[in-house]
T-cell receptor
């Protein structure tokens, strides 16, 4: 089947710290992988995506690399800001066009 | 261009009452989805639609019905609400085969 496992939070970091949020997946076939972000009181927004193995998705200083050999898609940012405080969801899309989401990781960045 | 909108934003129901949640999108997307979001559970797919007049079950369809009579609208119905349906409901849409989903702002439902 298809599933996504991501590290549990909450995560609290100081401003300018390095961020890693782990995500691993199980899928049939060759899924596309995504990171979505949810700011308080809002719906999810696409942060970045990768559609095939070894692709790197990047946006707003965040990066994630599609690693087929380790079935992982870890999210990283070199220097977080207070405005990055949000909930981050890892997700996959299978060939049937259904999306599967992880449980979300809450990030709080303190000044 | 409003994107994806959801009505209502918040609702309180008593057990056994019925209601309909409306999702509308103005991006001419073929696919539309209904999810529920619960603490520690992430987003779980309730039902989805791949085009006008078609619907399909997702991961947690029991207790819900949907209809897609117009391409731009996707309705989620609760015939007899239960406390277990207390949740935040998100609608999303995408192009056919699209890699990106666009989400609405959510509807918070409390069933007493």
């Amino acid at each position: 089947g298809n599933s996504v496992t991501q590290m549990e939070g909450p995560v609290t970091l100081s401003e300018e710290a390095f961020l890693t949020i782990n995500c691993t997946y199980t899928a049939t076939g060759y899924p596309s992988l995504f990171w979505y972000v949810q700011y308080p009181g809002e719906g999810l927004q696409l942060l970045l995506k990768a559609t095939k193995a070894d692709d790197k998705g990047s946006n707003k200083g965040f990066e994630a690399t599609y690693r087929k050999e380790t079935t992982s898609f870890h999210l990283e940012k070199g220097s977080v800001q207070v405005s990055d405080s949000a909930v981050y969801f890892c997700a996959l899309k299978n060939t049937g066009n259904q999306f599967y989401f992880g449980t979300g990781t809450s990030l709080t960045v303190i000044p | 261009n409003a994107g994806v909108t959801q009505t209502p934003k918040f609702r309180v129901l008593k057990t056994g009452q019925s209601m309909t949640l409306l999702c509308a999108q103005d991006m001419n997307h073929e696919y539309m989805y209904w999810y529920r979001q619960d603490p520690g559970m992430g987003l779980r797919l309730i039902h989805y639609s791949v085009g006008e007049g078609t619907t399909a079950k997702g991961e947690v369809p029991d207790g819900y019905n949907v209809s897609r009579l117009k391409k731009q609208n996707f309705l989620l119905g609760l015939e007899s609400a239960a406390p277990s349906q207390t949740s935040v409901y998100f609608c999303a849409s995408s192009y056919w085969g699209g890699e990106t989903q666009y989400f609405g702002p959510g509807t918070r439902l409390l069933v007493l």
